[in-house]
């Protein structure tokens, strides 16, 4: 892994943020009109936290998250990422300083699960194939899964295991930044909870970075050092939990405040570090 370094753009600075977005439009047209998702929209990511983006259906979470892995552009303002513009993303091996977990997992049916941890590193073309496999296995072991399963295919999988193989791919680059998009969803309450600890080891153990987009509120109160929340085309109010939830807006009072928010709030107890 040491032999990809020199192809690798530095980190940001000291001081400087992970992520920094600044006056950013998100518009979409049709034939019929123009949809304006994002407004003037500003958010920056400290290194080392765990920022959940939250808000309701139409609000734009998984646009933004694209935007800052530089899949698609603004209308305008400004998204820098590690310290550099997202759009050159693409260049310099940067793309490799982040990793990403789709909500489905989004693995290649026809690969392995070794092979599918192991694409982005054998697509660079710079590694020995043995050394590519050893790496792959170690991520492989990392997330909990075991050596055995390998071989499998991701049809023989557990939703659960196709998590953990998703998330193996997404960590194979070492990188310091991690998008997640609902990373619960569509696990068993079990599977979720194991999911959610691996999550909060591997934070603590790689000193990474997390961006997630959830609205599973367990995980977000477990694993959430800060919210953001997407609401009028902006980010509201980007705080620690307990500042968040006593922020005056209707989707912040039906969002957490509710029954359902109400149970999940019980663990801001259990976890004071997302207070």
């Not at 050159?88 to 049916?109: C, D, P, V, W, Y």
């Not at 960590?171 to 909870?193: H, N, R, V």
Request: proline share 7%; no cysteine; hydrophobic share 45%.
């Amino acid at each position: 892994m040491k032999d990809l370094e020199p192809a690798l753009p530095p980190l940001p600075a000291a001081g400087q943020p992970m992520v920094d977005i600044r006056k950013l439009w998100s518009v979409f047209r049709t034939p019929e009109r123009r949809f304006v998702v994002h407004q003037d929209l500003e958010l920056t990511v400290e290194p080392g936290e765990v920022l959940a983006i939250v808000g309701g259906s139409g609000t734009g979470k998984t646009v933004l998250l694209r935007q800052i892995l530089g899949l698609e552009s603004p209308a305008q303002g400004e998204i820098d990422v590690l310290g550099q513009p997202a759009k050159e993303l693409g260049q310099k091996g940067a793309a490799s300083r982040i990793g990403m977990l789709f909500q489905h997992g989004a693995l290649f049916s026809a690969f392995t699960v070794l092979e599918n941890i192991a694409f982005p590193l054998r697509e660079l073309r710079s590694l020995p194939a043995a050394l590519v496999r050893e790496a792959a296995m170690v991520k492989l072991q990392m997330v909990g899964l075991k050596p055995e399963d390998a071989d499998k295919m991701p049809s023989d999988l557990s939703g659960g295991m196709i998590k953990r193989a998703a998330l193996a791919r997404a960590l194979i680059m070492d990188p310091p930044l991690l998008l997640l998009d609902e990373p619960t969803a569509g696990l068993d309450p079990e599977s979720s909870d194991g999911f959610v600890t691996l999550l909060r080891s591997l934070h603590r153990d790689l000193a990474l970075t997390v961006i997630m987009v959830t609205h599973d509120l367990d995980t977000l109160f477990e694993l959430s050092t800060r919210i953001a929340v997407l609401a009028d085309k902006r980010v509201i109010v980007a705080a620690a939990p307990k500042e968040v939830i006593a922020f005056q807006h209707p989707f912040i009072h039906d969002f957490f405040l509710g029954e359902r928010g109400q149970r999940a709030m019980e663990l801001l107890r259990e976890y004071p570090f997302a207070v």
